[in-house]
C-alpha cells in the first residue's frame, strides 16, 4: 500500500502483527520507538473527529478547478446522519445525485430493517424454518458478503445474532438499560449460526434453516448502502467527494490536491477529539466501538457489539477502524475485528488484501497494522478511562 492512498494495489506480504502504542504522548512528541524504530511527531493544529472534520473539508475545496463549487447534504438515512459533500461544475447535476443518493437509502432500508413493515428482513425472519422466500438482490448481495466476514472471523461477526435484541435493547426504536437476565440470553444462542443461512441466487431466495432464527443487518447494511452511494455519485461524473453514514465513510479523489486528513474518534475523549489521523484517497473508513451505543451500570461498560458465543459486549477492545476498498467489507470487518479481540483480530487484518486497521485496546493500547504505520499520524495517546 502506497504512502499517500489506498488505491487498488497488488497483494504483498504484510510484515508480522501490528505496532503497538503505548505511554504518555505530549503536544510535542512521541514515543520514538510507537511506530518500530522511525520517530513520529505529533502534529500541533487540532484535528477534528470525523463528523466534524467533515464540515472542515467542505469549506476548503477539494481539487480546486475553474468554476467549481462545493456542495453539500446532511440528514437522516438508516438510522444515522447521513452527510454528502462533493465539489462540482454543476450544482444542479450534484443535488440530483445527493437526492438520488438519499432515495437509495431509503430504498435499501426499506428492504433491511427490522423496524419497517414488510422488510425483506421481517419476512425472512417470519418464514424461518418453514420456506425460503424469493428476495431482493440486494439483501442476498449483502447476506453473501456477510458470510464471508463471518468466516474469515470465524463466527465473531454472525448476522443471525437477531434473536438478542428481544433482550439487550440498544436500538434507539425501544432502547432499555436493562441488563438481561443470563438464562434469557443462553436460551438465544443455539438460535445463531451464519451456516444456517442459505442464499441461492438461482432461485433468488433465501432460507433461515431452524425456526426461531432471526438475520439482523446493522453490522453491514450502512456499509452496503454507502458502497451503493458512491457508485452513484461516480456515475453522476463527480470525483472528488466523501460521503459519511454514522461510522462507516468513503472518501474519493482528493481535498486541495491532497489525500483527506480523517480523525480517528478517541473512543473515551470528549466530543469532538481525535487521537489520530491518516490520509485516504479513494477508500472507505469503518469505525465501530463501544462508546457509540452503551451504558454503564455499577461502573461496567455494556454495549450493542455483542460476542454470538456467549451474547455478551465483547470485552477486549474499546474501538476498531477498518481501512479498505469496499465499504461493505469493511463495515462488516470493524465489527466482526471488534468482537474477535486485539491480537487475533490485528492478525486478521494482516492476513487480508486491501484491509488495513487501527484498534484501541481495552487496555488502551494503540494496535496499527504494517500498511497504516507510516501515514497514521498520533496526536495523543487515547484518553483511559472505564
Not at 487475533?344 to 493500547?365: C, D, Q, S, Y
Amino acid at each position: 500500500m502506497g504512502r499517500a492512498c489506498v488505491r487498488r494495489r497488488s497483494v504483498r506480504t504484510k510484515r508480522a502483527a501490528g505496532a503497538v502504542l503505548h505511554g504518555t504522548v505530549s503536544r510535542v512528541g512521541a514515543d520514538p520507538g510507537a511506530f518500530g524504530s522511525r520517530t513520529v511527531m505529533v502534529r500541533s493544529r487540532a484535528v477534528l473527529p470525523i463528523a466534524v472534520a467533515f464540515v472542515t473539508a467542505c469549506r476548503g475545496g477539494i481539487n480546486d478547478a475553474p468554476r467549481s463549487h462545493i456542495v453539500e447534504r446532511a440528514g437522516v438515512a438508516m438510522g444515522s446522519e447521513l452527510r454528502l459533500t462533493a465539489r462540482t461544475v454543476d450544482e444542479a447535476a450534484a443535488a440530483a445525485a445527493f437526492d438520488a443518493v438519499f432515495t437509495e437509502f431509503d430504498r435499501l432500508d426499506a428492504l433491511m430493517s427490522v423496524w419497517r413493515a414488510g422488510s425483506d428482513v421481517l419476512r425472512i425472519n417470519a418464514a424461518a424454518g418453514e420456506r425460503a422466500l424469493p428476495v431482493s438482490d440486494d439483501v442476498r448481495a449483502a447476506l453473501r458478503t456477510a458470510r464471508q466476514v463471518s468466516e474469515w472471523t470465524g463466527g465473531k461477526f454472525d448476522v443471525t445474532f437477531g434473536v438478542l435484541t428481544d433482550v439487550w435493547k440498544f436500538d434507539a426504536q425501544d432502547q432499555d438499560n436493562t441488563i438481561p437476565d443470563p438464562g434469557a440470553i443462553r436460551k438465544r444462542l443455539p438460535f445463531i449460526d451464519y451456516r444456517q443461512v442459505e442464499v441461492d441466487d438461482r432461485a433468488g431466495t433465501v432460507f433461515l434453516k431452524r425456526k426461531g432464527m432471526r438475520v439482523h443487518l446493522g453490522g453491514i447494511g450502512k456499509g452496503y448502502a454507502v458502497e451503493k452511494a458512491m457508485n452513484i455519485l461516480r456515475r453522476a461524473g463527480l470525483h472528488d467527494f466523501m460521503i459519511q453514514a454514522g461510522g462507516d465513510l468513503y472518501v474519493a479523489g482528493r481535498k486541495n490536491g491532497r489525500p483527506w486528513r480523517l480523525g480517528i474518534n478517541d473512543p473515551r475523549g470528549p466530543a469532538g477529539r481525535s487521537f489520530a489521523t491518516v490520509d485516504l484517497t479513494d477508500a472507505t473508513f469503518s469505525t465501530s466501538g463501544d462508546y457509540a451505543r452503551f451504558f454503564i451500570k455499577d461502573g461496567i461498560r455494556y454495549h450493542h457489539l455483542l460476542d454470538p458465543a456467549t451474547g455478551q459486549p465483547a470485552r477486549g477492545c474499546r474501538s476498531v477502524t477498518i481501512v479498505a476498498d469496499s465499504p461493505l467489507v469493511a463495515d462488516g470487518l470493524s465489527t466482526g475485528v471488534f468482537i474477535l479481540g486485539p491480537a487475533a483480530g490485528m492478525a486478521l487484518i494482516e492476513r487480508l488484501p486491501h484491509v488495513e486497521g487501527v484498534i484501541v485496546t481495552a487496555k488502551n493500547e494503540v494496535l496499527v497494522s504494517s500498511g497504516l504505520r507510516d501515514r497514521l499520524i498520533l496526536l495523543a495517546q487515547p484518553t483511559d478511562a472505564p
